[in-house]
């Protein structure tokens, strides 16, 4: 079976630029391959538990996505997590150019919370256990399927002049 990202896409903003689309494709590509690479192997050896390692991964994850969103304070570019996380810096390429500070911003807490979540699943899959209460498991998959990520994106890909009030919502 094959799959046409940019079709797909396409469907979702059909009125949207097409650099605006290309930012899209880019940051789906990332999403779904970024962490593959840690998903059948150990990550850091110096880290005591497999949690550790994937919390490790995640927060190296979110520092690169920052300084690609132009949010860091870094002076020089961090090292990439994995290969398949340089994906991002392309995306980064076209966010950066279109998006406003609030808007990225709001993109990249939206990342942190996909994170977070995913880190959580990934976690509990590792340690064969499942989340103790409904609160929990909400909590884990409501962030960990990125949909957030993608309504973050609306505003970027309609080129709408909306602005959230507090980067922080949603």
Known sequence: MCCSLAYIIHGWWPDAPIDRHLGV???????????DHFDSQDTDPSLPTR???????????????????GLSDLESEPI?????????????TFFRS???????????????????CSNAHQTYLTEGKIPKTRAEYWKMRSGDSAYLTYCALN?????????VI???TF
């Open 166 to 168: 507090n980067a922080n």
């Open 155 to 163: 505003v970027y890909a309609y080129s709408c002049q909306y602005e």
């Open 80 to 92: 990439a997590p994995s290969q398949y996380s340089k994906i991002f810096a392309e995306a980064g």
């Open 51 to 69: 949690s550790d390692q994937l919390s490790h991964v995640h927060a190296k994850a979110i520092e690169y996505t920052k300084y690609h969103l």
């Open 98 to 116: 279109s998006m406003t500070d609030t808007q990225r911003t709001r993109f990249l807490n939206q990342i942190k919370f996909y994170m977070e």
């Open 25 to 35: 494709i880019y940051y789906t590509l990332w999403l779904f391959v970024w962490d």
